[in-house]
């Protein structure tokens, strides 16, 4: 401030400029201030309109991805529908390879071993009698066996299945059967009702005509086992009731040992039997037949999962360790009792082991299949030596001791050991899980089969023997099968 000339004090140009500066800095500031706000109102505005929009299309794109996936299970849906009802190649080629495998069980396996075990004069008969069943049977089974066995039999379909699949009418060359083609399931099929009238034959060795045993398994498959498969696998009541059978106990060995019991004994022994020596001719035939009906029997029980899938595994693998143990098995009690381990023992052995765990395969785990195998070779050791002896009837083969006891061990210990752990599902399935009353559903199946067979077999064997007689005539037997059934010898 300076004085004036009236004595007033004046401000000079700086303070002036500076107040003035100061005015100037608060309208700025005030104006920037309202601006401020305003900006910031208009950016809440734009953050609110973002927000709102970006919410639009959070939800927008939410509607579309729940279509698109609702679209994706639905498609997923329909296709999987689609999938059921289509061939599966893999299947398929499985299920091509299990059918040669079972068929060579039979040819040539079975006939090897049954002819190793044979005396030498009948070598050539045995041979004769299992080529020709599997030639036989192969047409009987085209013509009416699976129709009888799998086609609906309507208000009888309880017990037998109908006619409308004769000479397999219906069987076209798309036809399915789950994801494989229906012809190769009949195939399938087939070997097992090729190998279940052959295993027959072992009992009445050397003393059957050969003529009168192709007449006899013709009426056996028609009538008793085409109706015992329709049971179990073709929709009849022992699978309504909850047998499990996973690939023949029943159906196939205790269905011919029970025949092969019945028919030793309507025959009658050996010309003789019990004081003669019948031992083997060639144990080592015996066993290359017994290692080829290892090997086919996978195609047998894993074969009967009729996929190719892990269960078919499961069954392959307990298979070979159920086989294995009751080598060891009956090995043991061979060695204990007689002193020595036989080859022919431990081939019988297998052969005990593969039967007994043939209805578990696709039931049990690997420590089940351990215990199988074990109670067979050593009961079917039992059954196959002091209990014939016992009896003293003339199982040439031990068709009886080994498949209809090796079966009926193997289809009550399915009831002791299966397991949901291998079938899927929550309620128990065996007796170890709770469940014991599958034991008795077991045996049921067991009884079923044994009453049906063994009447309905010694009715056939009468039919036959009344129209073509059974036996050969004694001096044609001393001669041996092969030179008097049919015109041949080995050297």
Same mark, same amino acid.
Not at 53 to 80: M, P, Q, S
């Given at each position: 401030?300076?004085?004036?000339?009236?004595?007033?004090?004046?401000?000079?140009?700086?303070?002036?400029?500076? =107040?003035?500066?100061?005015?100037?800095?608060?309208?700025?500031?005030?104006?920037?201030?309202?601006?401020?706000?305003?900006?910031?109102?208009?950016?809440?505005?734009?953050?609110?309109?973002?927000?709102?929009?970006?919410?639009?299309?959070?939800?927008?794109?939410?509607?579309?991805?729940?279509?698109?996936?609702?679209?994706?299970? @639905?498609?997923?849906?329909?296709?999987?529908?689609?999938?059921?009802?289509?061939?599966?190649?893999?299947?398929?080629? /499985?299920?091509?390879?299990?059918?040669?495998?079972?068929?060579?069980?039979?040819?040539? +396996?079975?006939?090897?071993?049954?002819?190793?075990?044979?005396?030498? =004069?009948?070598?050539?008969? %045995?041979?004769?009698?299992?080529?020709?069943?599997?030639?036989?049977?192969?047409?009987? /089974?085209?013509?009416?066996?699976?129709?009888?066995?799998?086609?609906?039999?309507?208000?009888?379909?309880?017990?037998?299945?109908?006619?409308?699949?004769?000479?397999?009418?219906?069987?076209?060359?798309?036809?399915?059967?789950?994801?494989?083609?229906?012809?190769?399931?009949?195939?399938?099929?087939?070997?097992?009702?090729?190998?279940?009238?052959?295993?027959?034959?072992?009992?009445?060795?050397?003393?059957?005509?050969?003529?009168?045993?192709?007449?006899?398994?013709?009426? /056996?498959?028609?009538?008793?086992?085409?109706?015992?498969?329709?049971?179990? /696998? +073709?929709?009849?009541?022992?699978? *309504?009731?909850?047998?499990?059978?996973?690939?023949?106990?029943?159906?196939?060995?205790?269905?011919?040992?029970?025949?092969?019991?019945? *028919?030793?004994?309507?025959?009658?022994?050996?010309?003789?039997?019990?004081?003669?020596? %019948?031992?083997?001719?060639?144990?080592?035939?015996?066993?290359?037949?017994?290692?080829?009906?290892?090997?086919?029997?996978?195609?047998?029980?894993?074969?009967?999962?009729? *996929?190719?899938?892990?269960?078919?595994?499961?069954?392959? !693998?307990? @298979?070979?360790?159920?086989?294995?143990?009751?080598?060891?098995?009956?090995?043991?009690?061979?060695?204990?009792?007689?002193? =020595?381990?036989?080859?022919?023992?431990?081939?019988?052995?297998?052969?005990?082991?593969?039967?007994?765990?043939?209805?578990?395969?696709?039931?049990?785990?690997?420590?089940?299949?351990?215990?199988?195998?074990?109670?067979?070779?050593?009961?079917?050791?039992?059954?196959?030596?002091?209990?014939?002896?016992?009896?003293?009837?003339?199982?040439?083969?031990?068709?009886?001791?080994?498949?209809?006891?090796?079966?009926?061990?193997?289809?009550?210990?399915?009831?002791?050991?299966? !397991?949901?752990?291998?079938?899927?599902?929550?309620?128990?399935?065996?007796?170890?899980?709770?469940?014991?009353?599958?034991?008795?559903?077991?045996? =049921?199946?067991?009884?079923?089969?044994?009453?049906?067979?063994?009447?309905?077999?010694?009715?056939?064997?009468?039919?036959?023997?009344?129209?073509?007689?059974?036996?050969?005539?004694?001096?044609?037997?001393?001669?041996?099968?092969?030179?008097?059934?049919?015109?041949?010898?080995?050297?």
């Amino acid at each position: 401030m300076t004085p004036g000339p009236n004595g007033m004090l004046l401000e000079n140009k700086g303070t002036k400029r500076r =107040k003035t500066a100061r005015r100037g800095d608060g309208r700025r500031a005030a104006r920037n201030k309202a601006g401020g706000q305003a900006h910031r109102r208009h950016m809440e505005r734009r953050m609110t309109d973002t927000i709102e929009k970006r919410g639009l299309v959070r939800r927008a794109a939410l509607a579309a991805a729940t279509g698109i996936f609702a679209f994706a299970a @639905t498609a997923g849906t329909a296709l999987a529908q689609e999938e059921v009802a289509e061939l599966s190649a893999g299947d398929t080629a /499985w299920m091509l390879t299990a059918t040669a495998l079972v068929l060579m069980m039979t040819i040539p +396996g079975l006939a090897l071993f049954y002819g190793g075990m044979v005396r030498k =004069k009948n070598f050539v008969a %045995m041979g004769a009698q299992v080529f020709a069943i599997a030639a036989l049977m192969s047409v009987v /089974w085209m013509v009416i066996g699976y129709s009888l066995a799998f086609g609906d039999g309507g208000s009888m379909n309880a017990w037998v299945g109908g006619l409308d699949n004769l000479f397999l009418a219906g069987l076209t060359v798309d036809a399915l059967s789950g994801t494989i083609p229906e012809s190769v399931f009949m195939t399938f099929q087939m070997t097992f009702a090729i190998i279940t009238p052959a295993l027959i034959v072992g009992a009445f060795a050397d003393r059957m005509k050969f003529s009168s045993m192709l007449v006899f398994m013709t009426l /056996w498959v028609i009538f008793i086992y085409a109706p015992i498969c329709h049971w179990v /696998w +073709g929709g009849g009541f022992l699978g *309504a009731d909850g047998v499990l059978d996973f690939a023949g106990g029943t159906v196939v060995h205790i269905n011919a040992g029970i025949a092969g019991l019945v *028919a030793c004994l309507v025959l009658g022994p050996r010309k003789g039997f019990g004081m003669e020596n %019948m031992a083997p001719n060639n144990v080592v035939l015996t066993m290359v037949g017994a290692a080829l009906l290892w090997v086919g029997w996978f195609g047998f029980n894993a074969g009967s999962q009729l *996929a190719a899938d892990g269960r078919a595994g499961m069954a392959m !693998t307990v @298979t070979q360790i159920a086989t294995a143990t009751a080598v060891l098995g009956w090995m043991a009690a061979e060695w204990i009792v007689h002193r =020595k381990p036989t080859l022919l023992g431990m081939a019988t052995g297998a052969i005990a082991g593969l039967v007994a765990i043939t209805p578990a395969a696709g039931f049990v785990d690997p420590m089940g299949s351990l215990w199988i195998g074990l109670a067979s070779g050593v009961i079917c050791f039992i059954a196959s030596t002091s209990v014939k002896r016992a009896i003293g009837y003339d199982d040439a083969l031990d068709v009886f001791g080994v498949h209809a006891v090796g079966g009926i061990v193997g289809a009550i210990l399915t009831g002791v050991f299966a !397991t949901v752990a291998i079938t899927g599902g929550d309620a128990p399935l065996g007796g170890l899980e709770g469940n014991w009353a599958q034991v008795g559903i077991q045996i =049921k199946g067991v009884v079923a089969t044994i009453v049906y067979c063994g009447l309905g077999t010694f009715v056939l064997l009468m039919v036959t023997k009344i129209f073509f007689g059974l036996r050969v005539t004694p001096q044609e037997e001393v001669d041996g099968l092969d030179i008097s059934q049919h015109g041949e010898t080995i050297h």
